[in-house]
């Protein structure tokens, strides 16, 4: 029996749900790279940026090309940059309504940057000496 398409698709999110995999993701969205050229751009050890390849290998959404010594891995089908583009508008929506709420909260309060600054060196003093 096959598994119904929700279930895919998380598990499709979760090949998705570490920030390097999405920072190699990114990189190729612009163009081929050696493993060399990610190591630089993705700041974790040789090691673990191959354990991550291969997970988007696995998940076929970066294939490989041979060329002497050096490996270069390009994305699939352009629709992953695609992805990657319309999660970047849409935590751009979520981020800027959390600001809005915030400066509303923020102006609702009276409070000024430097009061709240107060408060909570207080609310931490307090904590420290048991009050």
Same mark, same amino acid.
């Given at each position: 029996?096959?598994?119904?398409?929700? +279930? #895919?698709?998380? %598990?499709?999110?979760? =090949?998705?749900?570490?920030?390097?995999?999405?920072? *190699?993701? /990114?990189?190729?969205? %612009?163009? %081929?790279?050696? $493993?060399? /050229?990610?190591?630089?751009?993705?700041?974790?050890?040789?090691?673990?940026?191959?354990? +991550?390849?291969? $997970? #988007?290998?696995?998940?076929?959404?970066? $294939? =490989?090309?041979?060329?002497?010594?050096? *490996?270069?891995?390009?994305? =699939?089908?352009?629709?992953?940059?695609?992805?990657?583009?319309? &999660?970047?508008?849409?935590? =751009?929506?979520?981020? &800027?309504? +959390?600001?809005?709420?915030? &400066?509303?909260?923020? &102006?609702?309060?009276?409070?000024?940057?430097?009061?709240?600054?107060? %408060?909570?060196?207080?609310?931490? *003093?307090?904590?420290?000496?048991?009050?």
């Amino acid at each position: 029996m096959s598994r119904p398409l929700y +279930q #895919l698709k998380a %598990e499709f999110f979760k =090949t998705l749900g570490h920030p390097a995999r999405i920072r *190699v993701l /990114e990189l190729l969205s %612009e163009r %081929e790279h050696s $493993v060399s /050229e990610l190591l630089p751009h993705v700041g974790i050890e040789p090691a673990h940026l191959s354990q +991550q390849l291969a $997970v #988007l290998r696995r998940a076929n959404l970066v $294939v =490989t090309r041979k060329e002497g010594s050096s *490996v270069y891995y390009s994305l =699939t089908t352009p629709d992953v940059a695609e992805l990657l583009r319309v &999660a970047r508008s849409i935590l =751009t929506g979520v981020l &800027a309504g +959390q600001a809005e709420l915030l &400066a509303d909260l923020r &102006a609702a309060s009276g409070q000024t940057h430097d009061e709240r600054l107060r %408060e909570r060196a207080e609310h931490h *003093v307090g904590k420290r000496s048991g009050l």
